[in-house]
């Protein structure tokens, strides 16, 4: 079967100067916001060439369907069907989620404190039985305990109904509100809630409350952001006094509070808005706790103000700002304060007496690992969640008594089919970058791997928005791992693995540093002998498709195969599009391209899509979602068209869109195995491993 050749329609456009050229921009639906809310409503022709694709994709992969099926048997065996969360305590109750056998959705649920039989409240499998799609927003249960805010997406588009159950009942009250954020901050006497509305070009900029028993379109609006280029997200205050709106974009941060307690507050700015400053509150009594990278801290540094003059000029400084350990995020109990930061790509816990200002660490021994603050719905109390993991270690689920320092263990996470960690090895390595940055990679392999005998290694990358890539378990992986791959995670610039000042220098005019990091990984791993060149799958998604998309153009011959997952490849284009739902907020990061030349050149000078040559390409697999608002499907449908109609050798190159999914594909824990297992057999068989036997 040959593949689908996209017809080329030619659409230019003159910018700063330079004529941009656009084959298969007729691939965007021009509906694309009506598609978002109902997926039938896509052009005939476009439907048919994205079905063409997926029939051609079908056939392409069809040798390795029964690899599919036993590595997807495979993954699942791994996977504890009855599994369950640890439960988190919150006044008489103690709430948590569970899985039943063979169940796809989380059943959402309380027992009594003390313990007992759980009470579910949602059973995400029932729930999901009206769809096609399903997927939990937010869920939160009242101040009183007697009502449960909830919310799920039935399209993939991320626009999320709330409704609201009762526990004595189990019914939704007549209350749904629609194309939400979905998740909600209750008012402390039960009767009002806040939440955030998304626009008509999916953006959230509005706040509103809602009172129980009234119509949405009665709604109180508390906060609008009037910077398209903001998003606003709502939570709950250290205390659960307030309600906190955060705006920002990748550069800028301001928040607010409303106070819970009455009715009809309104939201009480903290710190007016300064280009570059970013910060996150968190409150104590009449004090509060702000992380924040005010005054040249860029790994940031914790202060405080007093709650009743919160502005910049009364903040004091109480843990300073220490180049190269960033401070991830901060926890505040009633006399702890947390935090977790990351020096040198290695976490870790720090953990404050307020009362006696000692402080404590909480670390471990592993050369790559991940920590995780796991927060709770209690403030006065000596008692906090962490979960730990490595790339040979199962996750571990740990409550820790800030005042005895005595860890105890709440839950390991369990391997059905049966885990040995002594049977593999994580490690570390250091890559050296073209302008001589040290860039770390963590690798995971059997134990009994031969060096220097050429196994075929999967890279995976992202390198964007600041987001750290953890050395953390995964089952999934493990059924490369045991058929002869290494696998092992780069942390490139672009990310703030090493520390925000990694991240900085990995964006804007200094993108290409995050292309030029990862293609140094793979060498330096060449050169450690864990594999050769043209035995490298590289595997990264959403802004890692774009990294897959731009390594794939500047070294096609480092790699046998790439897999992009949803890849964000059309970059200048999308930055062009101001009607898009990312693209003002996405500014900041890349530059603005429309009113900046230079960024218009820097963009363009990468984009993946713009800069297909005429040369031969490895194996390609891209995957996308029809309703993806993040990433849009016409982004890897035209990047796979172009690469068909210049590259010059190589390939094949293949596109697999889910015709019913968005950004995060399949829903359910089972369905989502079946495209893991796609990709996964796209690597095994482009490294000639298709038949091999765990």
Not at 189 to 209: A, C, G, I, T
């Amino acid at each position: 079967m040959k593949p689908p050749i996209a017809q080329r329609r030619p659409s230019q456009r003159l910018l700063h100067g330079v004529t941009v050229t656009d084959d298969y921009a007729w691939l965007k639906d021009e509906k694309w916001q009506e598609v978002l809310r109902d997926p039938s409503l896509l052009d005939p022709d476009i439907r048919a060439y994205l079905e063409a694709e997926n029939a051609y994709a079908e056939e392409r992969l069809g040798p390795t369907k029964e690899l599919q099926k036993t590595l997807v048997a495979e993954m699942r065996s791994r996977i504890k069907e009855d599994d369950s969360g640890v439960p988190t305590p919150d006044g008489p109750f103690s709430y948590l989620w569970k899985f039943r056998e063979g169940g796809q959705h989380q059943l959402i649920g309380r027992t009594p404190r003390g313990g007992g039989e759980m009470q579910t409240i949602l059973d995400g499998d029932a729930l999901a039985k009206a769809s096609d799609y399903f997927k939990f927003g937010g869920t939160r249960h009242s101040p009183d305990h007697a009502l449960e805010a909830w919310s799920a997406d039935l399209r993939g588009s991320e626009y999320f109904a709330l409704r609201i159950r009762r526990w004595n009942t189990g019914e939704d009250l007549p209350d749904i509100l629609t194309e939400t954020g979905g998740s909600v901050v209750w008012g402390r006497d039960s009767s009002f809630f806040f939440y955030v509305q998304v626009d008509e070009n999916h953006r959230p900029l509005k706040v509103f409350r809602h009172r129980l028993g009234t119509a949405q379109a009665d709604d109180i609006l508390v906060h609008e952001e009037k910077d398209i280029g903001w998003f606003t997200h709502i939570g709950e205050s250290a205390s659960g006094r307030f309600c906190v709106i955060s705006g920002g974009d990748h550069d800028t941060t301001e928040e607010w509070l409303i106070d819970l307690s009455v009715p009809d507050a309104m939201p009480r700015l903290i710190a007016p808005r300064e280009t570059g400053v970013r910060y996150s509150v968190a409150d104590r009594g009449d004090e509060l706790f702000i992380l924040t990278n005010e005054g040249g801290a860029i790994d940031f540094k914790i202060v405080t103000a007093p709650l009743a003059a919160p502005e910049r000029a009364n903040w004091r400084e109480l843990v300073p700002h220490r180049p190269g350990t960033y401070i991830l995020g901060i926890d505040l109990f009633a006399g702890h304060l947390v935090r977790l930061e990351r020096a040198n790509a290695l976490p870790s816990i720090v953990i404050r007496d307020l009362a006696t200002q000692a402080e404590h660490t909480i670390a471990f021994d592993e050369t790559a690992y991940s920590l995780d603050m796991i927060g709770g719905y209690e403030f006065d109390t000596t008692v906090m969640r962490f979960a730990y993991s490595s790339m040979t270690t199962p996750s571990e689920v740990y409550d820790y008594d800030m005042a005895t320092r005595q860890r105890t263990l709440r839950k390991r996470q369990e391997i059905p089919s049966g885990h040995d960690p002594a049977a593999y090895v994580t490690t570390r390595i250091t890559a050296i970058a073209r302008d001589g940055a040290e860039v770390p990679v963590s690798i995971l392999h059997r134990r009994d791997l031969v060096r220097d005998s050429g196994a075929p290694l999967l890279l995976y990358g992202y390198g964007s928005y600041g987001m750290a890539m953890p050395a953390s378990f995964s089952a999934n992986r493990l059924s490369l791992v045991d058929r002869g791959f290494v696998y092992a995670i780069a942390h490139i610039r672009g990310g703030s693995d090493k520390g925000w000042s990694w991240y900085l220098d990995g964006k804007r005019e200094k993108k290409t540093n995050t292309f030029d990091d990862f293609v140094a990984a793979g060498h330096a791993l060449i050169e450690a002998r864990y594999t050769s060149t043209g035995r490298i799958v590289g595997h990264g998604g959403s802004a890692g498709g774009m990294l897959m998309g731009a390594v794939a153009n500047r070294a096609p011959d480092l790699f046998a195969g790439i897999l992009a997952e949803v890849p964000f490849v059309d970059v200048l284009a999308t930055m062009l599009d101001d009607k898009l739902p990312l693209t003002p907020p996405e500014w900041p990061e890349w530059g603005n391209p429309i009113t900046d030349e230079a960024a218009f050149n820097t963009i363009r000078s990468y984009s993946p899509y713009d800069n297909v040559v005429a040369q031969a390409y490895p194996a390609i697999l891209a995957m996308a979602g029809l309703t993806d608002p993040r990433v849009t499907y016409w982004e890897p449908a035209k990047w796979v068209a172009r690469l068909r109609a210049t590259m010059t050798g190589g390939g094949p190159v293949i596109l697999h869109t889910n015709m019913g999914a968005g950004h995060g594909g399949a829903s359910g824990r089972f369905s989502r195995l079946d495209e893991v297992a796609i990709g996964y057999a796209f690597a095994l068989d482009t490294v000639g491993l298709a038949g091999a036997k765990p």
